[in-house]
């Protein structure tokens, strides 16, 4: 399936798997009390620590995993999970709304941590996610101490906003690999996917057929309801760090948030594509801003 968006910039070549956050069995360790594929809603990126966690919200691909790349720049007193699509386990039904995956999700944090205060973080659609669950959490009378996001813009809020497919390089940037493929996911079919991620580290090789069956249509559904949310108003500001590579004014994404934060938007310039926000030279932009922001 095609898979257009419209805010997703330019393919490129993206990072190397040596620099992208490795899943482990220890780093899995004690979710859910069961043994971890790393294809979970909820994985700890980074356990230990007494400050309030940060979760962070995936990308249209589905996975987390390349979050890792922050840890490195944030305050090792905090606790980091990521929050992926039920796309990719199949344990649960896929969400049909962006505001239903944020519900799915804040049951998900709660779990871990009951009150607030929260930090959430999300990257491309994982913004609009991040946004919505923000919201909710307000709702049901909880703070929010952080709201950022990497690049993530409101569908239909810019003209300015080239509808494209997304890329193959592009998918794999959402994993936290690169790839030297330029074909479009409308060009992929599950069976070419599967032998691709059959050269992959773990658990990317034990992915079944079927189960990159069900991630793919899991991308395709997320674009539609990226391009039908409307988000609600949250009280309070957000940090969007933006990338200047495929946007040099930095404005563009925040442009098609407004209406949707009482206090605005900081935005914060990171000199990568879209899909390289979760790369390790993007990381030491990211980093040490939103460390601060987590301290405010």
């Known amino acids: 399936p ?8 330019s393919s490129r070549r993206l990072i190397s798997s ?10 899995a360790s ?9 294809l979970e809603v909820l994985i700890p990126l980074r356990v230990g620590g007494s400050s ?7 990308p249209i691909v589905g996975l987390s995993w390349a979050f890792g790349a922050l840890a490195s720049h944030i305050g090792d007193d905090r606790p980091i999970y990521g929050l992926q699509s039920p796309a990719l386990s199949g344990a649960e039904p896929v969400p ?7 519900a799915v999700f804040v049951d998900k ?3 871990v941590q009951p009150s607030g205060p929260y930090h959430l973080l999300g990257w491309s659609m ?12 307000q709702r049901e009378g909880h703070e929010v101490s952080t709201l950022a996001m990497m690049d993530s813009f409101v569908a239909g809020g810019s003209d300015h906003l080239v509808d494209r497919p997304v890329s193959a390089d592009e998918i794999l940037g959402g994993l936290g690999v690169g790839a030297d493929d330029h074909l479009e996911i409308a060009e992929l ?4 996917v599967a032998e691709l991620l059959k050269s992959m580290p773990a658990p990317f090789d034990s992915i079944s057929r079927e189960r990159v069956a069900g991630i793919l249509d899991g991308i395709a559904q997320s674009a539609e309801l990226i391009e039908t949310y409307v988000p609600q108003t949250f009280t309070g500001r957000a940090l969007l760090f933006a990338s200047v590579t495929d946007d040099p004014t930095g404005n563009v994404a925040a442009a098609t948030w407004r209406g949707a934060l009482s206090e605005g938007m900081t935005v914060v310039p990171v000199h990568s594509t879209h899909w390289q926000m979760a790369s390790s030279p993007a990381s030491t932009e990211i980093g040490p801003v939103l460390d601060a922001e987590l301290h405010r």
Request: hydrophobic share 45%; aromatic share 10%; proline share 2%.
């Open 96 to 102: 049909q709304s962006i505001e239903q995956w944020a």
């Open 30 to 38: 004690g979710v859910d009390g069961a043994e971890a594929s790393g």
């Open 126 to 137: 994982g913004g609009l996610i991040a946004h919505a669950m923000a919201v909710q959490l």
């Open 2 to 9: 095609s898979t257009g968006c419209g805010w997703y910039g």
């Open 109 to 111: 944090i709660r779990a």
């Open 18 to 27: 040596s620099e992208s956050f490795t899943f482990t069995a220890a780093t």
């Open 52 to 58: 309030a966690p940060l979760f962070c919200i995936h």
């Open 189 to 192: 079919t599950v069976d070419s």
